[in-house]
């Protein structure tokens, strides 16, 4: 069992940032893929970014504006996001699940990451 826990988040204008944080009550640097997902409104979860190692992956609409990151000394995941737009409005969600060799990579996980934050509300006005 992994337990998620998120912080940080909150108002933003278009143009500008924020970060957001996820505690992990347990995992370890390379057994596990770990990834930010968001939902806006109206919309389906969508997958923004995924890690493992030092191995990343963005969606195109993030690439060059999110930057994932994790520390494992203190089993924290990252979301610096800058120039944000009002699109980018969502709940963001961290989720984690355990890696497999048999992947082709944690991005080809989808929504099916096992372990979910509770979500975290980023509104940006234009």
């Known amino acids: 069992q992994v337990n998620l826990l998120q912080s940080g988040g909150g108002s933003a204008q278009a143009g500008g940032s924020l970060r957001l944080s996820c505690v992990a009550s347990?995992?370890?640097?390379?057994?596990?893929?770990m990834a930010w997902f968001r939902q806006g409104p109206g919309k389906a979860r969508e997958l923004v970014a995924t890690?493992?190692?030092?191995?990343?992956y963005y969606d195109d609409s993030v690439a060059n504006r999110f930057t994932i990151s994790q520390d494992e000394d203190t089993h924290t995941l990252y979301l610096p996001m800058n120039i944000l737009t009002p699109e980018d409005t969502a709940v963001y969600y961290c989720a984690a699940d355990r890696y497999s060799s048999s992947l082709l990579s944690c991005a080809s996980l989808g929504r099916s990451f096992v372990y979910w934050g509770k979500g975290t509300q980023v509104p940006v006005s234009s």
């Open positions: 347990r995992y370890t640097y390379r057994d596990y893929c």
């Open positions: 890690i493992r190692t030092d191995s990343t």
